[in-house]
Antibody
């Protein structure tokens, strides 16, 4: 059973930095791409970033490009999100989620599958 | 960039009724790339439907997805008390993922 646990959230001042972690278990972490998705208080979901299973390909939303960096340690089954130059609008619950798929090659259907419970980041002076 | 618009914003229904939720894309998208999630208050989102019409593991058959091109629908045939929640659609863009703004299904 896929299990994802985020940690590292907290209160940080504007311009500050924070590193989030996501500990994965119940599946072969090194076989799966991973996402970070956030949700501002009372708002909808916003995709933040994605990393391929081998860590070589990464994508970012424009709102975080150049400030956030995604990485992973497959030996520790852990995903990271380094957040720099934080702004008030980065305040949100941050979820990690795995990149699942169904079907058979080459006709896979991909989707953001299992989500962790999230960790809260508050950017405030 | 694909923009997903969900309607209505809020759907007020009673248990046992049928719910029909819409997700409209700003341009035609492949059905394979359209996904639906449920989010109950205080919880993380849960995968419901992938590839526009495929139920995820463990999802009751009262949930169904349909559509193609720019218009997609999530239908809940008979609402159960636990179905009152917010529903989001998602487009897998390959290098950019986009969520709709959500539809709240309330009693």
């Amino acid at each position: 059973q896929v299990h994802l646990v985020e940690s590292g959230g907290g209160v940080v001042q504007p311009g500050g930095s924070l590193r989030l972690s996501c500990a994965a278990s119940g599946f072969t972490f090194s076989n799966y791409g991973m996402h970070w998705v956030r949700q501002a208080p009372g708002k909808g979901l916003e995709w933040v970033t994605f990393i391929e299973n081998d860590g070589n390909t990464k994508y970012y939303a424009d709102s975080v490009k150049g400030r956030f960096s995604i990485s992973r340690d497959n030996s520790k089954s852990t995903l990271y999100l380094q957040m720099n130059t934080l702004r008030a609008e980065d305040t949100a619950v941050y979820y990690c989620a795995n990149w699942g798929r169904s079907g058979s090659s080459p006709y896979y259907i991909y989707y953001i599958d299992v989500w962790g419970k999230g960790t809260t980041v508050t950017v405030s002076s | 960039e694909i923009v997903l618009t969900q309607s209505p914003g809020t759907l007020s229904l009673s248990p046992g009724e049928r719910a029909t939720l819409s997700c409209r894309a700003s341009q035609s998208v492949s059905s394979n790339f359209l996904v639906w999630y449920q989010q109950r208050p205080g919880q993380a989102p849960r995968l419901l439907i992938y590839g526009a019409s495929n139920r995820a593991t463990g999802i009751p058959d009262r949930f169904s997805g349909s559509g193609s091109g720019t218009d997609f629908t999530l239908t809940i045939s008979r609402l159960e008390p636990e179905d009152f929640a917010v529903y989001f659609c998602l487009h897998n863009g390959g290098s950019l993922w986009t969520f709709g703004q959500g539809t709240k299904v309330e009693i």
